[in-house]
């Protein structure tokens, strides 16, 4: 059973991704496989969208399907690394023709269709890797959909849905944790997939007292009756020790909080040993989440009812991290309160050692978390398939925040290689318009203002060349080379300054640097005029980013941290107290 959609053939997110019924991508299932996974079976993978949308996110996973359909399975083909065309119900032993051991298994709207999911799933069981995880989707046979059928004497099958004609089995919550357990399996969660909201409002006004008069109690009832589905999480072996992370990020602008907050806790969230919770700009924790340890992006802590907020989590068991990716001379709030926000947490993340340098001296406890992508983009063939009259022009890329300075040192190169290939580009200006406004007037050029991380990617992902110029300041050593993995990720070549984006080595294999106006303009140009060498970078790059700079590269190293922490609490409190202390004696 799959929800039936419309394909969106252009678009840079995953989550557009619809194509039909074996071309849908359950992005519920998709957030619980976790990224650790090495290797990942899918049973019933339609045309393997949800493993290629999976591969976005851990790019040197290997992803193997089953699909009963021939036709669903050769498509599958072009996108996994093995699929398997059977019936898997009358031979399991025949996953073993993808690979020995499994560390995750996804079970999307198929053990409805067994004759007996009760020995699959247990026979499954056996090519998992110890602590592996299965996350299935399964259909809620007490929906108030169902339950309003049934009130009225119906059970009517169709061609799709919760009374799918090819459903051989029907299952409640209660009865789908059964069958986990009775596999052998561990069940440690259970996400209920919600549909039509109003209408179900409407329905259980009518279906809860009922339910209460028959006993049930109206929590447990609510809960039950609203489920489309239920996409459970279960695990090969005894549940994991949990750790609760939570996180509240600034205001979002330009990518930033996504890529410190929203990005590291969406792939920390798929990982079982981790409870994660994170919003923008307030913190609210649920009642009854455990103490764990709480990130703060670039809170300054000035706020007394903030800071008593803080204080009384910490009594209660809490540790805080700062979590900063940028100069904090730069910032008033910092600088004047002597940097208090530093040191009255138990420790600070940071973006670069650079970084990390900078901020030793207000809190020794530092750990460097490199930026990195959550997802590939999808990037379709933009710059074959775009609404352009002249497919054959190039698009050069420029969008950053407050870099005027930087780029009008260099922007007389810059509109030389321009007017040079006036006939050939098209400039594509993100937020600055005065760099829009400098570019010759005879040169193509487009302009949008500031855009979210979403539209940001997909116009990024349609341009050729990027810009990423910077001036050598201490504001500017700070920064992180986020934009030019970005672009590395988005497969669009880089021109940019050393500042920065030349400390790692490897980045000189694929990006072009350059520092005065001549080297701008002589690299713009033989960027342009070598298709060559811009394919050539951009395979470079994004095989950088693939192996070296995903979140999900990161999230077992996250986890570690924050449980080093949490065992090393003690300690952590009495340097605090130690750093206030001394605090409260230089004001």
Known sequence: MKVWGVFFCRFATWEQAVDSYYGNINHDVLRKIPVQSARVLEIGCGWGRLGQAFKARVPVSAYFGV??????????????DGVLCAN????????????????AL??????????????????????????????????????????????????????????????????????????????????????????????????LKTLLPAAVAMGMSEEKARVNLTAFQWVIRAVNGPAPRVTTVAAVGSKK??????????????????????????REGTLVLPEDAREGVLVLHRELLTDEKFQAQMEAL???????????????????????????????????????????????????????????????????????????EDSQQLRVFFGALNRQPDWQAVMAGIVEA???????????VVHDQAFYDALPAEVSKTFSPTLGIEQYTQTLASCDIALLPLNDTPFNRCKSDLKLIECAAAQVAVICSEVVYAKQA?????????????????????????????????????????????????SAARLAFYQGMLADKDNLAAQRAARLADWRNNR
């Open 88 to 103: 898997i119900e009358h031979d399991v032993s025949r996953v073993r023709e993808l690979a020995e051991r499994f560390d």
């Open 253 to 278: 602008i330009a990518g930033v909080t996504e890529a410190r907050v929203d990005h590291p806790m969406r792939s920390l969230a798929t990982l079982p040993a981790a409870k994660v919770h994170w």
């Open 506 to 554: 490897t980045h000189h294999t694929f990006a072009s640097f350059a520092t005065t106006a001549d080297e701008w303009r002589d690299a713009l140009l033989k960027l342009a005029n070598d298709a060559s060498l811009r394919e050539a970078n951009i395979a470079k790059g994004l095989a950088y980013v693939k192996q070296e700079r995903m979140h999900a590269q990161q």
């Open 67 to 80: 699909e009963l359909m021939h036709d669903a399975a050769q498509e599958a083909r072009a996108r996994l």
């Open 314 to 388: 910490i009594a209660k068991g809490w540790l805080l991290v700062l979590d900063m990716d940028d100069d904090p001379y730069h910032w008033s709030g910092y600088v004047d309160s002597d940097f208090y926000a530093f040191k009255a947490v138990h420790a600070v993340t940071v973006s670069t050692e650079h970084l990390a340098d900078v901020v030793r001296p207000f809190n020794a406890n530092v750990q460097v978390f490199a930026n990195a992508i959550f997802e590939l983009p999808w990037v379709k063939d933009a710059r074959r398939e775009s609404d352009r």
């Open 418 to 428: 321009a007017l040079a290939l006036k006939d050939r580009v098209e400039f594509v």
């Open 106 to 203: 996804v079970l999307g709207d198929v053990l409805e269709h067994f004759q007996d999911p009760w020995r699959v799933l247990t026979e499954l069981r056996s090519f998992m890797t110890p602590d592996g995880m299965c996350v299935a989707c399964i259909p809620n046979v007490g929906h108030w959909s169902m339950v309003a059928e049934l009130l009225q004497g119906k059970w009517r099958y169709a061609d799709q849905g919760l009374l799918d004609k090819t459903h051989l089995r029907f299952f409640t919550l209660d009865t789908a944790v059964e069958l986990f357990e009775k596999a052998g399996w561990t069940v440690l969660d259970a996400l209920p997939r919600k549909l039509q909201p109003e209408e179900t409002e409407a329905a």
